[in-house]
């Protein structure tokens, strides 16, 4: 049996044999299909890119039917219980797990390089008092980047990987500060006897207190939510990452993109939709009349359920409500948690659901989490996009080190007007 695809053209009755190598054909095998000599050759039609892979990656593996996650092969749930952030960043980075001497390194040099230039601050102080804090931190990370006019020196491995170090260290630091200055306080500096997420903490909520100690169960619980956020193959964002990093433009204006992307409503924004839709419900007495909504085909969907890929229990939705008892111990129940079970508990056995397949996605908690955790929904991508830097960063490397991309640029279908002569403007 030959692992190749006969193709014949009922336009011209040719038949064309292009090679199947890892379950795909390579679209510029379809360029020799030709109608006449004056064609261009065959292309392949996928807005949104349904059915077309854009990498090669060894990054991420998502079995959606399945509902399995895996970063360099090791399972999600085996990484939120065992793992940290940092060490998971690592994997991402390299491929590996760390040696116990890489790990300790590694937490060094992140933690040492959460400071940012003082001339930052200034940056962020033009920000209006009532700035989003998603558009601060985009421009924090592009503004970042001209303070290392070096980062331009992409295909230098050490330089990489010296602008990878300063993203993930100083992200936890614009986020935070981000946030001060929507609230009007001072700027709390890293502290580099704290953990990643404990640092986080620090400079989100230190007041008056001289030392800040962090929650330890929040703290982990931020944590276990980083691991799970840190990539998800070739998603928008990291599509984005990936697209304006082939230009082989500096990774701080790439990072700046792919966090542009996740900004979007449709991307990093499902777990605010949640917390509106539970308060919407308001009681466990309207979730009849909302699920019907729901179904009656209006427009009204159920936020948090559902997922392009995953056609199954998201597996990090069930890690993340595991979580959420957790953080609900110390913080005490969100009022909104019963609205959430019983709409979870209807939506699996509802006929509606369970034939369409959807089911809790990862955003159907997290939103739950970060606001029993004091933190405003305007911070809620921010929440995402700080561990998904490592996610774009690994794959903007790979990119960079895989021969087979190019500068990123997809082919259309002219669909204007044919060639005619500009009319003079007093003729139109
Ligand atoms: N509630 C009710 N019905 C739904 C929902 C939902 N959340 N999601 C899909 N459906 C229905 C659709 O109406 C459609 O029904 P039909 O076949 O009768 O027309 C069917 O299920 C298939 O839906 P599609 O929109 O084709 O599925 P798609 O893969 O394009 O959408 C998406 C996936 C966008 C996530 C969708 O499920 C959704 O809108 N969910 C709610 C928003 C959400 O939670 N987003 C977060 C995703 S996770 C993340 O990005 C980190």
Redesign the pocket.
Known sequence: MADTLTITDNRTGKSYEVAVKEGTIRATDLRQIKANDDDFGLMTYDPAFMNTAACRSSITYIDGDKGILEYRGYPIDQLAEKSTYLETAWLLLHGELPTSSELEEWQHTITYHTFINENLKGVLDSFRYNAHPMGMLIAMISALGTFYPEAKNINDPAVRLKQIERLIAKMITIAAFSYRHMVGQFYAYPDNDLSYPGNFLNMMYRMTELKYQPNPTLERALDVLFIL?AD?EQ??STNAMRAVGSSEVDPYSAVAAAAAALYGP???G??E??IRMLTEIGSLSHIPEFIKK??S?EG???????????KNY?PRAKIIKQVAYEVFDVTGKSPLLDIALELERIALEDE??VK???YP????YSGLIYQAMQFPMDMFPVL?AIPRVSGWLSQWQEMIEDPDQKIARPRQIYTGSARRDFVPMEKR
């Open positions: 956020h998800h998603n928008c449709l991307h990093g499902a777990n939709q949640v729901v179904k085909g009204v969907r159920l936020m948090g359920f559902g997922h392009r890929v995953y998201d509606y659901f369409r397949k959807l996605n990862v955003d159907f995402f």
